[in-house]
């Protein structure tokens, strides 16, 4: 039985796009994010070289360490603070999501409502706060990051989910939300495809940035704050002496006062870490250009980010270019392989791409510039969570389970806040004092996941074991 079921889960589903019509919509396209692919990257700061000493070391350049950096000397301006990073800034899952930014810190209200019932209104509250803040360090730093705030929208796939959509609207205007609910004709004024019944458009704090971009102008904030910040530098080993912490590099070491982990999924060396989250990988096309003729046939006036129903979603936005980035596909390797070979392959893509076909059969002529892969921290709350280690002189920050752009503003100052004991909000409520559940290890997580993704798939029109499956991880408390 067992063999029988993984080669289900290796029989690929039915091509609703010839292979030779994909074949030549991938005929030119690079394998690697479309974000940096650019030359407005900066170039790298050097690594770290000898021994150093810091009242904050930040391990980590993606989103979370560097909102930890310029956070930190705002509120400590005194403090020395060092940043290593192992690869360079962007390049990592900071430089691959979509670029959606949500108002929400729990992964959408629906996840706060499950996680967190008694504490909505406080986690609505500290959202509205934090993109709020998102925006004015925009603009007190100069960053041009591409932001466009013209709301967020869900769009319904099939009638079947319009009831959904309808108990959101109803939660999301109980909660002081600006949402309207817009039927198929409505939907269609804003963003024409087959497949939409119905949309649920949420028009304030939420729009859409360049994530790169984000991540360079961070980057180059915390640098003029004084931070020092190494890019090449991976952690190769941590030691608790006591008074203070000891990371090692290739390079050199840094004794630390305190230590924030912003690493994602990547090891630093803390067991309990990996047991909380887990590398899922996720894939984005982008367009070429859309020519103003191939724009109109879809309308898009508004340039919302769009999340689907499906339960393997697909969610998609505009570049500044008019290109439409068009991600999902969501996947899992064994041990959380953060550059899996497949990742490198065209055909990886095909089904993704099938989807956008089938999504916006009226742009059948467009073709791929780039295709990418990027690693998802999912925890079992899907939000985030900041837990001390390391006797409380380190703290790890992760767990927004595809949420991180807007939330790892939110997620850096409450670790900054547990890290130096500082009085806050949100450290009364369980988003700082619970932390999620462990996840299984290998190989029983490659086959939970393998499973899990394979339900994904057909889920919504075949029913039967794939919904009951669905259902089963959402009564163990695992987000869907």
């Given amino acids: 039985m067992a063999v029988s079921l993984l080669r289900a889960l290796d029989t690929p589903a039915p091509p609703a796009v010839r292979p030779a019509d994909l074949a030549d919509a991938f005929a030119h396209t690079r394998l690697m994010p479309y974000w940096l692919d650019t030359p407005d990257a900066p170039p790298p700061v050097p690594p770290l070289q000898g021994d150093t000493r810091a009242d904050l070391l930040i ?25 290593i990073e192992a690869g360079r800034v962007a390049h990592g899952a900071s430089g691959r999501a979509g670029g959606i930014v949500s108002t929400s810190i729990m992964h959408g209200l629906p996840n706060a409502v499950r996680v ?15 993109l709020d803040g998102f925006e004015a360090a925009l603009q007190r730093y100069g ?54 019944a119905g949309a649920l458009w949420s028009r304030d704090r939420s ?56 690493t ?43 999340y689907d129903t499906r339960t393997q979603l697909n969610y998609f936005r505009l570049t500044r270019a008019n290109n439409i980035i068009f991600g999902g ?19 990886t893509y095909y089904r993704l791409a099938q989807a956008f076909y089938r999504t916006f059969p009226q742009l059948a002529d467009v073709r791929f510039s780039h295709a990418w892969g990027g690693p998802i921290d999912y925890c079992s709350r899907g939000s985030v969570f900041a837990k001390p280690y390391l006797g409380g002189k380190a703290v790890f920050v992760a767990g927004y389970t595809g949420f991180g752009i807007g939330a790892s503003r939110f997620g850096a100052l409450m670790g900054l806040n547990m890290l130096f004991d500082r009085p806050s909000p949100e450290r009364q409520l369980g988003v700082a004092r619970q932390s999620p559940a462990w996840i299984p290890p290998e190989p029983l997580r490659w086959l939970g996941a393998r499973i899990t993704f394979h339900a994904f798939d057909g889920a919504d029109t075949e029913g039967g074991w794939k919904r009951a499956w669905i259902k089963g991880i959402k009564a163990l408390g695992f987000p869907m």
């Fill in 264 to 306: 994602g999924t990547a090891e630093v060396g803390v067991r309990d870490i990996q047991r909380r989250v887990m590398a899922v990988r996720d894939h984005v096309l982008a367009t070429e250009p859309l020519t103003e003729e191939q724009l109109a046939r879809i309308g898009w006036t508004q340039r919302q980010g769009i």
């Fill in 59 to 83: 391990v980590g350049g993606g989103f979370t360490g560097l909102w930890a950096a310029i956070q930190a000397k705002e509120l400590m301006p005194e403090l020395d603070v060092v940043l």
């Fill in 143 to 196: 960053i041009d990051a591409e932001a466009e705030w013209n709301g967020e929208m869900t769009v319904a796939v099939d009638d079947a989910h319009m009831a959904q959509l309808r108990a959101d609207h109803e939660l999301h205007r109980h909660y002081g939300h600006n949402v309207v609910l817009l039927d198929r004709a409505q939907t269609a004024e804003h963003l024409r495809s087959p497949l939409f």
């Fill in 207 to 262: 729009g859409t940035v360049h994530p790169a971009k984000l991540a360079w102008g961070l980057r180059r904030a915390a640098l003029s704050l004084g931070v020092r910040i190494h890019e090449g530098t991976p952690l190769t080993g941590s030691r608790d002496r006591g008074s203070h912490v000891e990371v090692t590099t290739p390079g050199g070491s840094i004794t630390a006062r305190r230590v924030l982990f912003g």
């Fill in 329 to 347: 596909l969501v996947s899992y390797h064994f041990g959380g392989n953060a550059e899996p070979a497949q990742d490198g392959c065209k055909p």
């Fill in 116 to 130: 967190f019932p008694d504490d909505i209104e406080q986690l609505e509250a500290f959202g509205q706060v934090n």
